[in-house]
């Protein structure tokens, strides 16, 4: 098929800020979770579907199922979208307390 581009599970890109392995980066309107560690201003590739164990704002109440937005300023998961790019859902309840979640993204 001549049109074929690639399967979608990743993206090639560079990020503004270095970015270790397992680390989320906003790329425009969606989230990736770089593979391996990408330095500054260096192409890498970043996961841009699945289930990912991202920090979160650990005063937020998160049920499985919530909305999660990407704070790009705190680089971490917050359930208020103002400010915030809307990045996918909680694939698991996470209290008060908690600093991270485990969330699927991209998919809304």
């Known amino acids: 098929m001549k049109n074929y581009v690639?399967?979608?599970?990743?993206?090639?890109?560079?990020?503004?800020?270095a970015r270790a392995a397992g680390a989320a980066t906003l790329i425009g309107t969606r989230i990736g979770v770089a593979i391996n560690d990408v330095a500054i201003s260096t192409e890498g590739t970043f996961a841009i579907k699945?289930?990912?164990?991202?920090?979160?704002?650990?005063t937020d109440v998160v049920t499985q199922g919530a909305l999660v937005y990407w704070d790009n300023t705190n680089l971490r998961l917050t359930l208020s979208s103002a400010g915030n790019t809307l990045c996918g859902w909680a694939y698991e309840a996470a209290g008060s307390g908690v600093a991270s979640v485990a969330c699927v993204i991209n998919e809304i």
């Open 6 to 17: 690639a399967p979608g599970q990743t993206i090639q890109h560079t990020p503004a800020a």
């Open 50 to 58: 699945g289930v990912f164990t991202l920090p979160k704002l650990s």
